[in-house]
């Protein structure tokens, strides 16, 4: 077995359910979150020097992140010019999960982080999706939990003007607010 | 029918910050079930630990891009049926099963479902209509797509009513001493024909089966890389189920009805006047060498000065992948128009990889242009000896082709 095999197999038992998860909350949808799966361990089976990859997990979330959007774009250009019925639902047999997706208000909400850059993206989904702390993802992401908090800040005002209401909880039209959490 | 709401853009919902983190906050909660992730960690370490099931996998994760857009499955339809039709060329001898076969050559018309699956894609099922002589009719299930050929005629039609538009593919040089393999229903009933003739181990009697009630007989027909299996009604002998696998995808057809009145109208290639129509000319006569060296050229032209990764089936959908992501702006489709420039490019690598299937076990073909430059005229891509031969046939990597003696061959 190869040196790439045996690290992809670690990350698999290490944090396989963890990438599951975080496809799964970006596709709202579990078939395609296994379909996803697959794809992002043979992306990376194909990537060259792999072995050089600092961490490994980090650069598997990153692909994560990356197919689960380039999914969503896909699908929302194949809704606006397909013939065909798209199913929905994540799981038959799943009730919440299921109520989750009716939400139309989830699908903007993923859409809407789809449109941010790749960092800001990164950052986000990381606190938001993920919840993880500000210094976990700074340290992972290579910089300060400053700058991670700046990167939120200005992705969720992103956010909530392109969902439409430019207005923070306070009731003031874009007033600055930095996060303290 | 259509679904048009979702992820169009930004849109007016009115939600606030605490909305948003409300929302946020309950996505954060979702987890998939133990069972996905349990069926999602056992395929990835399968595909991790077998090279074949890595190989299919990667082959599958292509089609599931592939199909997932109209434009390019019509691109790829094409290669789609070519393919099967090689598919069951590769079948060889079969032993005989006379009955079976006699009792399917007298078919003169049948009408039958048929379903192609490749992992992870939901089914593409085809309602067809076939009539003597080499005549179909495949109708999408939902109707968005019909394919009407006639190989005598050397035409395939293919409407697409909702858009009004109309693919007419004119088959050029096709041989006509034998139509039956560009038809999947005609050729597994000539291989079948075949069959009664010769004994091969390759075939096994699979013992009887129930299917709706029915009786059935079966048998299992394995070559390399292509499998059929057979049910057939142990009374009439007549087929009641059959089934074509090669890689990840699978061809099933059933529900046949035989020798029912079909409406002329049905298999008319008239295309409706009303329709906007797009011809292709397609190569159909036997490939030949010259055609895998248009292939390598092609494909160096289209690929930035690469050669094929692997010369296996599933390059090809990599090349159309490689080709639609590059025709993509913005993360729009490529045009229809763009596609349609395309179908020859893909009719002619199609063609250079028929060439090379096409050859004899002992032609000892290679091929290693995976690493050479197109116009390197020292570095060799690929290699087979001519039936009766005593050299090989040597194309380099600026595409000209020498004559080799077996000494002087790359090791």
């Known amino acids: 077995m190869s040196q790439c095999q045996t690290e992809l197999l670690e990350l698999l038992e290490a944090s396989g359910s963890k990438l599951m998860a975080l496809l799964t909350r970006l596709t709202l949808r579990e078939d395609i979150a296994e379909e996803l799966m697959q794809d992002l361990f043979l ?30 774009r896909r699908e929302a250009i194949r809704r606006s010019q397909s013939l065909d019925e798209i199913p929905e639902r994540a799981s038959d047999n799943h009730a919440p999960l299921s109520r989750v997706i009716e939400s139309e208000e989830m699908k903007q909400i993923l859409a ?63 007033a600055p607010r930095v996060e303290h959490e | 029918m259509f679904r048009r709401r ?58 599931r891009t592939i199909m997932k857009s109209p434009l390019t499955k019509l691109a790829t339809a094409a290669v789609i049926a070519v393919g099967a039709a090689i598919g069951i060329a590769l079948m060889g001898s079969t032993p005989a099963f006379a009955d079976v076969v006699q009792s399917l050559l007298s078919v003169k018309t049948a009408s ?76 597994i009933r000539k291989r079948l024909q075949e069959a ?22 079966g048998y299992h027909v394995l070559t390399p890389g292509v499998e059929i299996t057979l049910w057939a009604d142990s009374r009439t002998n007549l087929p009641v189920e059959m089934e074509h696998a090669a890689g990840p995808a699978t061809y099933t057809m059933t ?11 049905l298999l008319s290639q008239e295309i409706p006047a009303d329709y906007t129509v797009r011809t292709m000319q397609v190569d159909a006569s036997e490939p030949r060498e ?55 490019v893909i009719a002619q690598l199609n063609r250079g990889g028929m060439f090379a299937m096409q050859l004899p076990a002992d032609s000892d073909w290679h091929y290693a242009g995976q690493d050479v430059t197109f116009g390197d005229a020292e570095a060799v891509v690929f290699w087979y000896r001519p039936a009766g031969s005593a050299t090989y046939r040597v194309i380099y990597g600026d595409l000209h082709v020498e004559d080799v003696s077996p000494a002087d061959l790359p090791q």
């Open chain 1, 43 to 72: 992306k990376l089976s194909g990537t060259r020097n792999l072995t050089d990859v600092n961490c490994l997990y980090a650069y598997a979330r990153r692909t994560a992140i990356n197919l689960a959007f380039s999914w969503r």
């Open chain 1, 112 to 174: 809407a982080i789809g449109r941010l850059g790749g960092s800001s993206r990164e950052a986000f989904v990381m606190r938001h999706i993920q919840q993880e702390s500000y210094e976990a993802i700074a340290e992972q992401l290579g910089k300060t939990p400053h700058q991670v908090r700046a990167l939120c800040f200005r992705a969720m005002r992103h956010l909530r003007e392109t969902l439409g209401c430019d207005v923070s909880p306070t009731g003031r039209k874009g």
């Open chain 2, 6 to 63: 979702a992820e169009r853009g930004p849109r007016v919902s009115n939600m606030n910050e605490a909305e948003i983190r409300r929302r946020l906050e309950q996505l954060a909660q979702v987890e998939p079930s133990a069972e996905a992730t349990q069926r999602a960690t056992d395929r990835v370490r399968q595909t991790l630990l077998q090279p074949d099931a890595r190989s299919n996998a990667r082959l599958a994760s292509l089609w």
């Open chain 2, 112 to 187: 039958f479902k048929m379903a192609m699956r490749v992992e992870g894609v939901p089914p593409q099922k085809f309602d067809c209509l076939y009539a003597e002589p080499i005549r179909m009719r495949q109708t999408s299930e939902d109707g968005s797509a019909v394919v009407i050929s006639d190989f005598e005629q050397a035409k395939i039609v293919t409407l697409i009513p909702a858009q009004k538009q109309a693919v007419e593919v004119k088959l050029e040089n096709m041989p006509q001493n034998d139509l039956s393999q560009y038809n999947m229903f005609s050729e």
């Open chain 2, 196 to 217: 009664q003739a010769t004994a091969d181990e390759s075939v096994e009697y699979l013992g009887e089966r129930q299917i709706d009630g029915v009786q059935t007989i």
């Open chain 2, 255 to 265: 529900d046949f009805v035989f020798d029912i009145e079909i409406e002329e109208s």
């Open chain 2, 290 to 344: 010259d055609d895998l060296v248009t292939m390598f050229r092609l494909w160096a032209e289209h690929m930035d000065g690469s050669f094929p990764s692997a010369f296996e089936r599933q390059v090809l959908m990599e090349f159309i992948q490689a080709q639609t992501k590059k025709m993509s702006e913005n993360g729009q489709e490529p045009s229809e128009e763009a596609m349609m420039q395309l179908q020859p």
